[in-house]
């Protein structure tokens, strides 16, 4: 008796934990799209691109590196930059943050999203507006209910890598 009570509690234990994952997985309507960036932040080009500098913002796209939506650098070839290209941003917490540009209502990768400044971002055609600044690239204007599509930073020593 003991023993059948002991498997039941086992397997019922076992059930709910393989299945807490279920639903909470987030998928992006933004296609999948290799991405794979590493800048080193002592690069002159890159020096003020750290973590101390809450705000700034890169872009990177097919036609390269874009610092604060002015300066431009040729990507390389082992650049990967996702479906619509990449902002990343120093967000208020002074830590790196990674979008797709394209906006999950459109999935236009030929519209991509206009970043405006380092804490905000706005759609061309649909003119949602996404809040970059905490780390999420939540939409604020209610026309979507998807975030940007994210992908992971990592920052160690003087490199930052992007990938997802």
Same mark, same amino acid.
């Given at each position: ?9 086992? &397997?019922?234990?076992? &059930? ?19 991405? $794979?960036? =590493? ?19 890169? #872009? ?6 874009? &610092? ?25 917490? =002074? $830590? ?8 999950? /209502?459109?999935?236009? @990768?030929?519209?991509?999203?206009? !970043? ?5 971002? !706005?759609?061309? #055609?649909? *003119?949602?507006?996404? /809040?970059?600044?905490? *780390? ?11 975030? &940007? ?6 920052? =160690? ?5 992007? @990938? /997802?």
């Amino acid at each position: 008796m003991r023993l059948t009570k002991c498997l039941i509690v086992f &397997l019922t234990t076992m &059930l709910g934990l393989s299945s807490c994952g279920r639903g909470l997985v987030y998928t992006s309507a933004v296609p999948n799209a290799p991405v $794979q960036i =590493s800048i080193n932040t002592k690069d002159a080009f890159f020096v003020h691109f750290t973590p101390d500098n809450v705000g700034q913002w890169l #872009i990177v796209d097919k036609d390269g590196f874009h &610092l604060n939506g002015k300066q431009t650098l040729p990507r390389t070839f082992a650049d990967y930059y996702g479906y619509a290209g990449l902002v990343i941003v120093v967000n208020c917490y =002074s $830590q790196y943050s990674a979008y797709d540009l394209c906006c999950p /209502n459109c999935l236009d @990768r030929n519209h991509p999203v206009e !970043v405006l400044d380092g804490s905000t971002a !706005v759609c061309p #055609i649909c *003119g949602e507006v996404y /809040n970059l600044a905490f *780390g999420l690239g939540d939409p604020t204007m209610g026309i979507g209910k998807e975030f &940007l599509r994210r992908y992971s930073c990592m920052y =160690s020593g003087d490199r930052l890598t992007v @990938r /997802n």
